[in-house]
């Protein structure tokens, strides 16, 4: 299957992040333009992932006696220049030809931290070479069959992986309508789960998410971080009862995510989720929070709401 997208490098000239949707549009083709920047069925929740962070206001205070502000934090025991992470996105090539090993590159300029995803359009040596040393996690779409979990996790660990990030917010692909209108089929493979997914290329959504186990249990975060040795983030709880769950297994860190509206519509914003389960966490663990951020300030936020 022929598929061609930007090789473009170098500067983009853009105020926010709003400028890039435009221009990536012009360079992206339909049905994959429409798989990047699109949600499930209404888009409801996409939508509310955005709006809810107006709900949330910052008041600045003022004579604290301080000057020179800097973003750097320790997360994980990493110094990061930044609490922005990379969170982990599919099949980069969708958006330029050089793929992750782009998005690499560019997360090890800013000096933060890259999740690289199951699905990604590129394999974990050319990734790991990309990132010069940068801090990686691992987003992993767990198998059906445990001798794939492990060879991948034994992959995973000899690329210099800190940490496995286990997706349970999207087990089964969602109703996409803008999909089926485009006809979407992944034009790229998926290296990292050839085994398992041997023609990634050419293949719908609903094909990718049925070659992953869908009946995840607390079982799967035990097995992942005895057999690993990493720590777990469980990425996808929204509620006190899964965040139980989940630290009950071993879980050593939560995300909180609803995958950006991108497969389930019709439930609350990420954004709102937040105070519930920084509650249950009561810090006993670190929380990642992704969906809905656009802006400096919408990233600051969720960390605002954790602290009420």
């Not at 997360?75 to 793929?99: D, R, T, Y």
């Not at 049925?210 to 009946?215: I, L, P, Y």
């Not at 965040?243 to 050593?252: D, I, N, P, T, Y």
């Not at 105070?275 to 656009?294: C, N, Y």
Request: charged share 25%.
């Amino acid at each position: 299957m022929s598929y061609k997208t930007s090789n473009a490098e170098g500067h983009v000239d853009f105020i926010n992040t709003y400028d890039l949707e435009p221009m990536a549009q012009q360079v992206i083709p339909k049905a994959a333009f429409g798989y990047v920047a699109s949600g499930a069925e209404d888009t409801f929740t996409l939508r509310e992932n955005i709006r809810a962070f107006n709900h949330k206001l910052i008041v600045p205070h003022t004579l604290c006696d301080v000057e020179n502000p800097s973003t750097e934090i320790e997360f994980a025991g990493e110094k990061l220049s930044s609490p922005i992470i990379m969170a982990p996105v599919a099949a980069h090539k969708l958006a330029n030809e050089q793929g992750e090993v782009a998005t690499a590159r560019g997360v090890h300029e800013f000096g933060s931290l890259y999740t690289t995803s199951s699905y990604s359009t590129v394999d974990l040596p050319e990734i790991t070479e990309a990132l010069q040393g940068t801090p990686h996690w691992f987003q992993f779409y767990f198998s059906k069959d445990d001798g794939i979990n492990r060879h991948i996790m034994d992959r995973v660990k000899a690329e210099g992986y800190k940490a496995i990030v286990l997706t349970a917010d999207a087990t089964v692909g969602g109703n996409r309508e803008v999909d089926k209108r485009n006809g979407f089929v992944f034009p790229v493979g998926m290296p990292i789960v050839e085994e398992y997914l041997p023609e990634g290329a050419g293949k719908s959504m609903d094909f990718v998410y049925k070659s992953a186990k869908q009946r995840l249990s607390p079982r799967d975060v035990e097995f992942i971080a005895e057999y690993s040795g990493l720590p777990v983030y469980v990425k996808g709880p929204q509620c006190r009862e899964d965040v139980e769950r989940s630290l009950a297994a071993g879980a050593s860190g939560i995300w909180v995510t609803n995958h950006g509206g991108r497969q389930i519509d019709g439930g609350p914003a990420a954004f709102d989720s937040l105070q519930e389960v920084a509650e249950a966490v009561d810090k006993r663990v670190p929380i990642v929070f992704d969906s809905g951020v656009r802006r400096g300030h919408t990233s600051l936020k969720p960390w605002l709401q954790e602290q009420t």
